[in-house]
Nanobody, 124 residues
């Protein structure tokens, strides 16, 4: 069992920045592909970004590409999401996700473990 705990959410004005963190309990954290998803009120959970176990490859949704950066520190068992140029449409609960068997995590269907989420609110 892997526990994921997100932190760093909050209220920010449009154009501002936030950095989310996700601490993982897995002893083999470096073997997991890690990702971030988000879910806005009344909408389905959607892919934001993912990073492979070695950290050498990342993927982003078109809506955040160029503004968000995913990174990981395997020694710290932590994955980060740095969010710049935030927009009101980025408002959502952001979830950390982990997958052991899939190289890329771009759909909730391949996620093995979820965090409980952290709320990001961007005011206009």
């Amino acid at each position: 069992q892997v526990q994921l705990v997100e932190s760093g959410g909050g209220l920010v004005q449009a154009g501002g920045s936030l950095r989310l963190s996700c601490a993982a309990s897995a002893r083999t954290f470096s073997n997991y592909t890690m990702g971030w998803f988000r879910q806005a009120p009344g909408k389905e959970r959607e892919f934001v970004a993912c990073i492979r176990s070695s950290g050498d490859s990342t993927l982003y949704s078109d809506s955040v590409k160029g503004r968000f950066t995913i990174s990981r520190g395997n020694a710290e068992n932590t994955v980060y999401l740095t969010m710049n140029s935030l927009k009101p449409e980025d408002t959502a609960v952001y979830y950390c996700a982990a997958s052991y068997f899939w190289v890329d995590v771009t759909t909730p269907l391949v996620v093995d473990y979820w965090g409980k989420g952290t709320l990001v609110t961007v005011s206009s």
